[in-house]
């Protein structure tokens, strides 16, 4: 978490909030936090997965950038995921992307362990989503967390520029290629 506001917040105050400057802002349990500025790599893969996604999603799904995440079981927290893909129609003004069937992190070093320790828990409790993609900006490494029939999940990794990335909300699979185009991936350990 990169910065963290001092006054604690409902969920209606904080989606009313004017928040400083143009970061966006996530809540923790009650608490405002500033999201870090993303790196080049972070808004590439970001960028690269948007066309890849929009390429092969079927009317009238959708795919969102900073997606704000509503957690029912978590009344006073509010996130922001980097992409989310919904089928429900756009409504005007609403903060929130509705019932996202599809979730997409682009790991950072500030944030990792939040969205790996935090957010997937939260995110596999949303009746709606069928997968959560963590994806490495840094080198070639996407975990494609799946929901399973009887609520039980799987987990898929995805190491080689050669893998291809197959989602059910998607028509035809990614190859992890197109996914960092443009992107100088990192060799060894992280």
């Known amino acids: 978490m990169a910065e963290l506001a001092a006054r604690v917040m409902t969920l209606a105050e904080f989606l009313s909030w004017d928040a400083p400057g143009q970061t966006p802002w996530q809540l ?12 080049d790599d972070h ?13 092969r999603l079927a009317a009238p799904c959708r795919v969102r950038v900073e997606a704000g995440i509503l957690l029912p079981h978590r009344g006073r927290s509010y996130y922001v995921a980097d992409l989310a893909v919904s089928c429900r129609p756009a409504e005007p003004g609403r903060p929130d992307i509705p019932d996202p069937l ?8 500030s944030t990792e362990g ?34 399973l029939d009887g609520g039980r999940w799987q987990m898929d990794i995805l190491t080689s520029l050669d893998d291809r ?11 992890l290629a197109e996914v960092y185009e443009n992107v100088a991936l990192a060799v060894g350990p992280r």
């Open 165 to 175: 990335l197959r989602l059910a909300a998607c028509d035809g699979d990614i190859p």
């Open 102 to 109: 599809l979730i997409v992190e682009v790991l950072s070093p």
């Open 28 to 39: 923790f349990e009650g608490y405002p936090v500033a999201m870090a500025p993303s790196g």
């Open 43 to 55: 808004g590439t893969v970001a960028g690269n997965l948007v066309g890849l996604l929009k390429a």
């Open 114 to 147: 939040d969205d790996r320790k935090v957010k997937l828990p939260d995110y596999r409790l949303l009746p709606t989503v069928r997968e959560i993609v963590y994806v490495d900006p840094a080198r070639a490494y996407c975990e494609v967390h799946r929901r």
